[in-house]
């Protein structure tokens, strides 16, 4: 599968942006889909997940109650609406697409994302 983000861009503190993840090729909904970022100097770090059927979803720590991830089957497309943006979400953000079971900690394991867009970059000044 074939996935490409977009809908990054430059944001104020407090600011909300919503990133697209589309994905061709395979089928799009047998796939789970996830949500990670890096900053300059950091480890890649997960952010938000949801599964196949978009009942279930998952999320960091750290964007729990600001950040949604949905999913849309018909249109092939993942999104993350991001609010209440905080400088220390800037970063580089990807999608990908894993096909492994429902395990709770799963989600957030980047080495089971077999597929991966290219980055879409999140600045949020200050």
């Known amino acids: 599968v074939q996935l490409q983000a977009s809908g990054g861009g430059l944001v104020q503190t407090g600011g909300s942006l919503r990133l697209s993840c589309a994905a061709s090729?395979?089928?799009?909904?047998?796939?789970?889909m996830g949500w990670f970022r890096q900053a300059p100097g950091k480890e890649r770090e997960f952010v938000a997940a949801?599964?196949?059927?978009?009942?279930?979803?998952y999320y960091a720590d750290a964007v729990k109650g600001r950040f949604t991830i949905s999913r849309d089957n018909a249109k092939n497309t993942v999104y993350l609406q991001m609010d209440s943006l905080r400088p220390e979400d800037t970063a580089v953000y990807s999608c990908?697409?894993?096909?492994?079971?429902?395990?709770?900690?799963?989600?957030?394991?980047?080495?089971?994302?077999?597929?991966w867009g290219q980055g879409t970059q999140v600045t949020v000044s200050s």
């Open positions: 990908a697409a894993g096909a492994f079971s429902r395990r709770i900690d799963n989600y957030s394991n980047y080495q089971l994302y077999g597929y």
């Open positions: 949801i599964g196949w059927s978009g009942a279930g979803t």
């Open positions: 090729g395979r089928t799009f909904s047998a796939y789970n």
